[in-house]
């Protein structure tokens, strides 16, 4: 059974930093994709940063909105993707969540909360 577990998730004030972690189960993890996706209240999900499988120096994008800010890194020993947010701002307040596309399945997780707020 896959499993995708996020932590990290916390209330920030702006320009802070977190950095949220997602272990993954069940799943050979170096041949998963990984990505981090966001939702905020009344919007849409959307993409936040994805990691091509392999090694740690696999291949990364970003939004728009989160690049030179966000850092999405894996680390395969451990079955861990983590998502380094830095400078945060209010509008990056949402539920992430963490998935893993393998074996041409896509695999959720159950989302960590981030709030960016003074």
């Known amino acids: 059974q896959v499993q995708l577990v996020e932590s990290g998730g916390d209330l920030v004030q702006p320009g802070g930093s977190l950095r949220l972690s997602c272990a993954a189960s069940?799943?050979?993890?170096?041949?998963?994709?990984m990505g981090w996706y966001r939702q905020a209240p009344g919007k849409q999900r959307e993409l936040v940063a994805r990691?091509?499988?392999?090694?740690?120096?696999?291949?990364?994008n970003y939004a728009d909105s989160v690049k030179g800010r966000f850092t999405i890194s894996r680390d395969n020993a451990r079955n861990t993707a983590y998502l380094q947010m830095n400078s945060l701002k209010p509008e990056d307040t949402a539920v992430y969540y963490c998935?893993?596309?393998?074996?041409?399945?896509?695999?959720w997780g159950q989302g960590t909360q981030v709030t960016v707020s003074a």
């Open positions: 998935t893993a596309d393998y074996l041409n399945r896509d695999y």
């Open positions: 069940g799943i050979f993890f170096s041949i998963a994709a």
């Open positions: 990691i091509a499988p392999g090694t740690a120096g696999a291949s990364t």
